[in-house]
Structures are given as C-alpha cells and as structure tokens.
C-alpha cells in the first residue's frame, strides 16, 4: 500500500504562486508515474501534469507554461510549481500514483484546496 499526502493550497490573488507537495509513503518502490488532477465545483476531474519516475512530464494545454511538475525520487515526493494563477484554476488538487505495469491510478491522496481569488 501506498500513501499520498498533498500539502500547499491556499488561497491567492490572481497572478499569484503557490507550490504543492505530495509526499508517498510505504511501498513506493512500486510506482512509476505520479501527478496532479484536479476537480473544479461542478466539474469533472481533470489531469493537471504527471511525471514517470524516468522524469518525463505531461502537462495539460490549459497549464502549459505556468505550471511545472517535478520529482525528487529519492524522498518520493511530488511538487506542483503553479505560476501565473488564474480564477479558474480554483479547485481541490490532488496527487496520484501508478504502479508498474498498471493502466490505471492505484493511489490518491485526500486533495488540497486551491482558490485564487480575482
């Protein structure tokens, strides 16, 4: 089992920076690719960015240029650097995880409030 804690939301002006941390906890040498999604009220959850542990990246085109996911293997923890925040990137964030070899996510974490105000 694997563990996911997201810390790092809060509120901000438009224009604003914050970063999130997701820190994985217990049998993190079996995943491969981590990443953000997020959920808008009234919304679907989205992808926001991931990254394998390899260290490549996907980020969604409404993100691209304002926002950066990394990764530091070695204390298997997740940043999202979000830059330039707009309104509608107010939503509740989380973090998630793949194993090796699945299709699927295998782990979330309980999410982190993002608003940005206007």
Known sequence: QVQL???????VQAGGSLRLSCAASGSIFSLNAMGWYRQAPGKARELVASITR????????SVKGRFTISRVNAKSTVYLQMNSLKPEDTAVYYCAARSYGSGDIDYWGKGTLVTVSS
């Open 5 to 11: 804690v997201e810390s790092g939301g809060g509120l």
């Open 54 to 61: 390899a260290g490549s990246t996907n980020h969604a085109d």
